[in-house]
């Protein structure tokens, strides 16, 4: 658009008005990649299975003797029966919440464990930077799979015990990382204005920092879902997580491998159901981590 405007002692000149345009939103720009819109694809599938698969099973997942022991995939069982006759179908449409529900509650946790001290870190440094930094190194060299089955053999197999001991091991890995994000804007103007106004830690913390440390911190969150979606898994399949008659995925997949070549679905349908869900986050995942990396300062999320 041009308007006329009358300089002095200058001719009529026009001049171009640029008017300010919005910021394209991350999420929207992610879906235009390959890895965005695959990734969203599946991970629409995949969660649709998991929480609306509960009320379209045609069976009850612990029900025994719907059919003949390791029967074969018919118009009755799609995807064949297991060993105690129970429909596997049924069973895939009801092992997935706590596949995915668990995850999400871990590394929400973990940030609250490790992040939350490591932005006060970054952001205070001195002795309690050097402190809670060295107690995140002697974290990092411990083997998590070993930190988690002591803490489960000593406090029990049930859900809390997994989720806090699981925590346990992200945090200093997701510390790290607010901490090293934190250290990048605390130099910042609007950082250094924000004190001499006298504003609170917390203030500073939640209105100046943490806005600007989003992008590395949810790009890190998407990639550590992936993480404690196969951590989880990993441990049912070990029996140290749920335990039978449960229909976890995880689980499902450790009880049918005795019986794999007889009934090779009752293992291949929740195996690939969890690697399709994990390679659906992961996907997404790179794609919000490219997004992060390339948007400028003040892009909505």
């Given at each position: 658009m041009t308007a006329p405007v009358n300089l002095p002692n200058n001719p009529t000149v026009p001049i171009k008005v640029v008017r300010p345009t919005k910021p394209k939103s991350i999420l929207r720009r992610m879906a235009r990649t390959w890895q965005g819109r695959v990734g969203m694809l599946l991970g629409a599938f995949i969660l649709a299975l998991i929480f609306l698969g509960p009320f379209f099973a045609p069976y009850d997942p612990q029900a025994l003797a719907v059919g003949s022991p390791l029967e074969g995939p018919s118009a009755k069982h799609w995807l064949g029966t297991d060993n105690l006759g129970r429909d596997v179908l049924s069973r895939l449409m009801n092992g997935g919440v706590n596949i995915i529900l668990l995850p999400v509650i871990i590394v929400l946790l973990s940030f609250l464990i490790g992040g939350v001290p490591g932005i006060i870190a970054g952001y205070k440094r001195g002795a309690f930077d050097t402190i809670v930094t060295r107690v995140f190194d002697i974290l990092l060299t411990l083997p998590p799979l070993l930190v988690v089955m002591i803490i489960i053999a000593s406090f029990g197999n049930n859900p809390i015990v997994l989720v806090v001991s699981v925590s346990l091991v992200f945090a200093p890995r997701v510390g790290r990382l607010a901490r090293a994000s934190t250290h990048q804007v605390v130099v910042r103007d609007y950082i250094q204005a924000a004190e001499a106004r006298g504003e609170?830690?917390?203030?500073?913390?939640?209105?100046?920092?943490?806005?600007?440390?989003?992008?590395?911190?949810?790009?890190?969150?998407?990639?550590?879902?992936?993480?404690?979606v196969v951590?989880?898994?990993?441990?049912?399949?070990?029996?140290?997580?749920?335990?039978?008659?449960?229909?976890?995925?995880g689980l499902a997949v450790s009880a049918g491998r005795e019986y794999v070549m007889a009934q090779p679905w009752a293992v291949v349908a929740p195996a690939a159901a969890i690697a399709v869900l994990s390679l659906s986050i992961n996907l997404v995942a790179e794609a919000l981590t490219r997004e992060v990396v390339r948007t400028p300062e003040g892009a909505s999320l």
């Open positions: 609170s830690l917390g203030s500073v913390l939640f209105r100046e920092v943490m806005p600007n440390i989003a992008g590395p911190m949810i790009a890190d969150t998407a990639l550590r879902l992936t993480y404690a951590f989880v898994a990993s441990l049912n399949f070990l029996g140290l997580g749920e335990q039978p008659p449960s229909s976890d995925w």
